[in-house]
């Protein structure tokens, strides 16, 4: 069982910057293909970046350039650090991690595109706003 928790959320404003973290456990994390999705008010969660256990990444066309995805095996933590942050950014951010192995990154998803994801953390929400 994978368990993951988000922090680092807040409200900024626009060209801010905020880091996201999710700390996993329960499972070998550097195996691992974990990605940030998000759920804006009234639209369906998407994914954001993704980076697998090879540290391939993958972001989502709307975020290259400003946010960057990593993570380190010795915290078993996962990081989103978000630059020139704008008011479409405004979302829940969740943690998802994924036990296949080998699947890679596209995209901003493990995998494909709308890939679905074993399991999730709670969220942290991130509002840009003047």
């Given at each position: 069982q994978v368990q993951l928790m988000e922090s680092g959320g807040g409200s900024v404003q626009p060209g801010g910057s905020l880091r996201l973290s999710c700390a996993a456990s329960g499972y070998t994390f550097s195996n691992l293909c974990m990605g940030w999705w998000r759920q804006a008010p009234g639209k369906e969660r998407e994914g954001v970046a993704a980076i697998d256990g090879?540290?391939?990444?993958s972001y989502v066309d709307s975020v290259k350039g400003?946010?960057?995805?990593?993570?380190?095996?010795?915290?078993?933590?996962?990081?989103?650090?978000?630059?020139?942050?704008?008011p479409e950014d405004t979302a829940m951010y969740y943690c998802a991690a994924d036990l296949a192995l080998?699947?890679?990154?596209?995209?901003?998803?493990?995998?494909?595109e709308g890939y679905d994801m074993d399991y999730w953390g709670k969220g942290t929400l991130v509002t840009i706003s003047s």
């Open positions: 090879d540290g391939n990444t400003r946010f960057t995805i990593s993570k380190d095996n010795a915290d078993n933590t996962l990081y989103l650090q978000m630059n020139s942050l704008k080998g699947i890679g990154v596209s995209g901003g998803y493990c995998y494909k």
